[in-house]
């Protein structure tokens, strides 16, 4: 490799990865129960423009995971940087702050270090889980904004075939005729405007705004025209939408959310394995094609606001679902499991000057095929802007530990992506290669082996938890093992192990066929467990850049 190659490279990363001063803002964009259903994560049934023209100048991580399908507790898990299991929130009843540990938050660092948070809509979970407050007055510079419509949410709006209102998963409207005549998130976006607006003139803070979309959740209530984007014979059907024969019941999420409207009501489905049927299936998937491409529209003007106020060249805009949502994948909906249709989420980085300097072919996308959690958030958007103090590493045993870190840094992962697109593979000979995560975890619990309503298996509360499902993905497998929890002590009984499961991408990338009872299997599904319940700490990466010598 000649001397010449190795200054050029230099350069690139003096070009590439400036260290930004800190004027340097932060949109941070979190759309509830999002899964990678956008044109940039090549669903072909997504029609997502906007969100797609951002990721043209951005970093895709096609392999980023939640830590618990479930918003509360997944929230709570990446703005605090902490893993279900530290927190122990695993529902919507508790507050870190008094139940596990006095944390500092994603934005209060922010705060802290100079900024102007700002948060707009669903960010943190409302209620006890954030303390009525959304974390206020830790966590943000002014009081957070909830649109007004928000109280409207469960209200018997959706038109009906005999002219009456009812609660449905289904459910367009005219704008003009809702209460408010307006909806949530349509006030949120003029909020963000008005923010944006006075930002650029009275203030000389840099600013963190985080925008929290509440659609695509349900109830599917959005703009009747965003249904005209998803003609009905476009929706398609999941190949395989039927219970899979070798899976634990333990695993089986029975959407009683979904149950609970009006229009599946109708339909006497039987509790927990029926099925909804083939038709109805399709116009939920419709809706929610159309939620989504709703929101794709408020962020295009949400960008568009922040071009017109001088900022989109000077602010990183990170993009991403809460957590996944299942659309007759297996025969399940909504949320609530450990599959990877309910853990895996759309993750957009775009960093000014450095995301957006590549080159990119009409189709193209600068992208990362890495492991990624949603708790390396924290610590990525730290190193981007430069703050002076980068969480360190949590201790083992963090409850006193107020700042720190249970993810790590995608920084280097960017830096590989944008170095190789530029310079071509031969850069790979300059450097050794590099070991990134080697899994990454999700969890979700259950009050009992069998799928019930009393107490609700889709979201136990903390006293009612008896099992607890411990899933690892790997880029080549899916490993899960439900065991007992201990509820007093809150820890697994790994000597209890009730269920596992056991998926290969490769022959299996739709997760129907649970390979973990298959003897051939054994060796894979002993070392797969090792690596499991050893946790997280043990699959970080060993090392994170080094030059050849």
Known sequence: MSAMKNISLLLIF???????????NVLFITVDDLRPALGCFEDEMAHTPNIDALAKSSILFKNAYAQQALCAPSRNSFLTSRR???LHLYDFYSYWRTFTGNFTTLPQHFKDS???TKSIGKVFHPGISSNWSDDQPYSW???PYHPPTEKFKEARVCPQPDGSFGRDIVCPVEVEYQPGQSLPDLQSLEEARKFLQKHSSTS???FFLAVGFHKPHIPLKYPTKYRDLHPLHFINLPVAHSRPSALPTVAWNPWTDLRERDDIGVLNVSFPFGPIPDDYARLIIQSYYAAVSYI???????????KTANHFNNTIILFIGDHGWSMAEHGEWSKYSNFEITVHVPFILRVPGVTDSVKLSQKEYLFSQDLLELVDIFPTLVELVGLPSVPPLCPINSSLTEFCTEGVSVVPLIQDAVIRKVHGNYSRNLFTERKWKT?????????????????NSDKPRLKEIKIMGYSLRTLSNRYTEWVLFDRQNLKPDWKHVMARELYDYQLDPEENMNLADRPVMKDLVNALSKQLRAGWRNSLPEHMFTWRR
Do not use: A, C, N, W
């Open 296 to 306: 794709d529209d408020l962020v295009g003007q949400l960008i568009s606001e922040l």
């Open 141 to 143: 510079s002014e009081p």
């Open 14 to 24: 003096l070009l590439l990865f400036p260290i930004f001063e800190s004027k340097t």
């Open 204 to 206: 000389s803070k840099p």
């Open 114 to 116: 100079g900024y102007h």
């Open 84 to 86: 279900p299991d530290t």
């Open 439 to 455: 899994g990454v975890f999700s969890q979700y619990p259950r009050p009992g082996m069998f799928p019930t309503l009393k107490p």
